[in-house]
């Protein structure tokens, strides 16, 4: 690398590192990476240990570069998220949760939204049974029991922010994919994140706009059964999940709805020939959470070292 390029790199590392914003985010985030898995002990989830490279990791709905090596003659591909990892997990034990570190390297455009890092946390989890309704209600009271203990904990920095927040004490809004997008049109989500005033769910998302291992739904075929959650005052989509398809036919047959190779999936769908479970879950991004929490327009501010698409960092 050119020498100015990295004396750049150096001075913004450092610049960054002495914001306030950041300094206060971290907090913000020691607080909530305690409160999420404090709650979810309680609700009796087990805490794993992230997988940070796989032979099969997920293939997203929408194209990111795909990083892969190899090691000692097998390729390996670096977490875009752990949902069959999870799937698999179920089979042990009933109720799993874990911080794990994702790479998705987004088009460098994605740095205009201000939400989007290359590499992030995602508290993802997975609970055996479960259906969608259970585990947003789990979504839910993290978040809730979350930004209680942030107002109680860190309410100097956030008087500091001038930020106010209010989570609702019941269930929070659902609003039918189909239906916002009627009455938005095509740039609904962002339109209905700027006009709540508290979080909200889409549920029901059709399956060309989504991954092939969430449920479809037995009475609508095409729709599934899945959920985003979406923060208000235009922060955008916190969460994804669903319930998932654990047939093997049903899996076979979604993979080669969506056009994807089989092969790229062998390994799982190989596993799920053995048997899974029926199961729900869902990941909550860290720092876009931090970031609503602290009101933030640009997500860096909740990572000391952030990977901005388009950008060299450290
Ligand atoms: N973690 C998400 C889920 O459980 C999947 C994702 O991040 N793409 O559904």
């Not at 860290?286 to 640009?298: A, Q």
Request: aromatic share 12%; net charge negative; proline share 6%.
């Amino acid at each position: 690398m050119e020498s100015y390029k990295e004396k750049n790199i150096i001075e913004s590392t450092l610049k960054h590192l002495e914001s306030e914003s950041v300094e206060i985010a971290m907090r913000i985030n020691t607080t909530v990476r305690a409160s999420m898995s404090k709650k979810l002990r309680w609700m009796g989830f087990m805490e794993i240990p992230p997988v940070i490279y796989s032979l099969v990791t997920d293939p997203l709905n929408h194209p990111v570069y795909d990083p892969r090596f190899m090691y000692d003659g097998t390729e390996y591909a670096l977490t875009k998220s752990m949902i069959f990892h999870k799937q698999i997990l179920v089979k042990k034990f009933p109720k799993i949760y874990t911080f794990s570190p994702n790479v998705r390297l987004e088009v460098p455009d994605k740095k205009k939204t201000g939400r989007h890092l290359l590499e992030f946390t995602q508290l993802d989890l997975e609970v055996r049974d479960a259906s969608r309704e259970d585990v947003m209600a789990i979504a839910e009271s993290i978040i809730r029991e979350a930004v209680n203990d942030v107002k109680d904990i860190n309410y100097e920095d956030l008087e500091k922010l001038e930020r106010k927040i209010s989570i609702p004490s019941g269930q929070f809004r659902r609003f039918r994919y189909l239906e916002l997008k009627d009455k938005y049109g095509p740039d609904f989500e962002a339109e209905a994140s700027s006009r709540e005033k508290y979080p909200f769910w889409i549920i029901d998302i059709p399956l060309k706009d989504r991954e092939f291992y969430d449920r479809e739904k037995e009475d609508e075929p095409g729709i599934l059964r899945d959920m985003d959650l979406i923060y208000p005052e235009g922060f955008g989509e916190g969460i994804s999940g669903g319930e998932r398809e654990y047939r093997l036919d049903r899996i076979l047959e979604r993979i080669k709805a969506k056009d994807q190779d089989p092969e790229q999936f062998r390994i799982f769908t190989e596993i799920a020939s053995h048997g899974l479970f029926p199961s729900a879950g869902f990941g909550i991004g860290i720092e876009r959470f931090i970031r609503y929490i602290c009101g933030y327009s640009r997500i860096e501010y909740t990572h000391p070292f952030p990977k901005i698409p388009g950008e060299i960092s450290l």
